[in-house]
């Protein structure tokens, strides 16, 4: 398996909801990563987790919740979102630090209303 | 975070080669990549250079690395138009997790 998959594909949620994120995969990877990607604009940086702790945050607001429950799952718990929130979030995975390159998600396209 | 700078347009017809270029800032760098992005798709890692090597060349795909002006170029040859995508190139500095990818390059294939 070489894939990372990530669930839902597409979400709509309303500004009230509390929704979550998924993430998975079976490379063995030991780093994992959520950007969030606006149209025809480069990937974000997120958050990085590495041996399944996080290692880096980017100063995300705290209705954005990370968790990673063991090495093949990360999960993103969104929370009283905004609409300028609505961007594609995309997950990655590495075998180790970033100068492996990393292996992407299709992303979960997220529209809050 | 690194200042990675690509244009953000290209359009070439079907057949001719493409280059797309990108200049990086870092020069710790220890790889540097090529991602494409189709229209509502993730990142496809298409190849990627270490930092001590000049070119690398992958069927239709060559990588050229400039290291003294921190300058990085990927051509296409034969171009079709299933290579439309957006192109994003990425540098990964010596330490930490830590990607910074260009501001990505639209290319247009036209028939």
């Known amino acids: 398996d070489t894939e990372v998959t990530q669930t839902p594909k597409h979400l709509v949620m309303g500004m009230t909801n509390k929704k979550s994120l998924k993430c998975e995969q079976h490379?063995?990877?030991?780093?994992m990563y959520w950007y969030k990607q606006k149209a025809k604009k480069p990937p974000e940086l997120m958050f990085v987790?590495?041996?399944?702790?996080?290692?880096i945050n980017e100063s995300v607001p705290s209705r954005f919740s990370p968790e990673c429950p063991n090495s093949s799952l990360l999960n993103l718990h969104l929370h009283a979102l905004q609409p300028e929130d609505s961007a594609l979030y995309l997950c990655?995975?590495?075998?180790?630090?970033?100068?492996?390159?990393?292996?992407f998600g299709s992303g979960t396209r997220l529209t809050v209303v | 975070g690194e200042d990675v700078e690509q244009s953000l347009f290209l359009s070439v017809r079907e057949g001719d080669s493409s280059v797309i270029n990108c200049t990086y800032t870092?020069?710790?760098?220890?790889?540097l990549y090529w991602y494409k992005q189709e229209p509502g798709a993730g990142l496809q890692l298409l190849t990627y250079?270490?930092?001590?090597?000049d070119m690398k060349q992958d069927q239709r795909l060559t990588v050229l690395l400039n290291k003294k002006d921190k300058h990085l170029s990927l051509r296409i040859a034969d171009t079709q138009t299933g290579d439309s995508a957006i192109y994003f190139c990425?540098?990964?500095?010596?330490?930490?997790?830590?990607?910074?990818f260009g501001t990505g390059t639209s290319l247009t294939v036209i028939p």
């Open positions: 250079i270490f930092s001590n090597m």
């Open positions: 990425a540098e990964s500095p010596n330490t930490g997790n830590q990607f910074y």
């Open positions: 990655a995975s590495s075998q180790g630090p970033a100068s492996y390159g990393y292996t």
């Open positions: 490379m063995g990877h030991r780093a």
């Open positions: 870092d020069s710790s760098s220890t790889y």
């Open positions: 987790y590495s041996y399944e702790k996080l290692s």
